[in-house]
């Protein structure tokens, strides 16, 4: 990245933005337990690898790389695993997490 003062009006612009997202998003975060932010984050994390990994075989598939029944096997596993996350909150985690708004 080029040093600050090289940056234009307008890219300055964007990274006070993004400073100032990231204050409030911090902020946001604050007022949950270390916990439970690391849980949803866990989650979020497992999601997008989950994702990455779909288009990965998809990829491969497309490419040839990977015939249609392998790939419809490895899909299905991928789609089976986010629906378990999805549910995992809801029913694996019951009672363990608690929303501020929930305490309040």
């Known amino acids: 990245f080029p040093a600050p003062a090289e940056f234009s009006e307008y890219e300055k612009q964007v990274l006070q933005e993004s400073v100032d997202e990231c204050n ?59 629906a378990d996350l999805a549910k995992c909150a809801k029913h694996v985690h019951a009672g363990e997490v608690q929303t501020v708004e929930e305490k309040e």
């Open 24 to 82: 409030a998003a911090e902020e946001y975060l604050g007022r949950y337990p270390r916990a439970v932010v690391g849980f949803f984050v866990n989650h979020k994390f497992c999601q997008i690898l989950l994702s990455f990994a779909a288009r990965y075989v998809k990829g491969l598939n497309e490419g040839k790389l990977l015939q249609d029944p392998e790939a419809e096997e490895f899909m299905e596993e991928i789609t089976e695993e986010l």
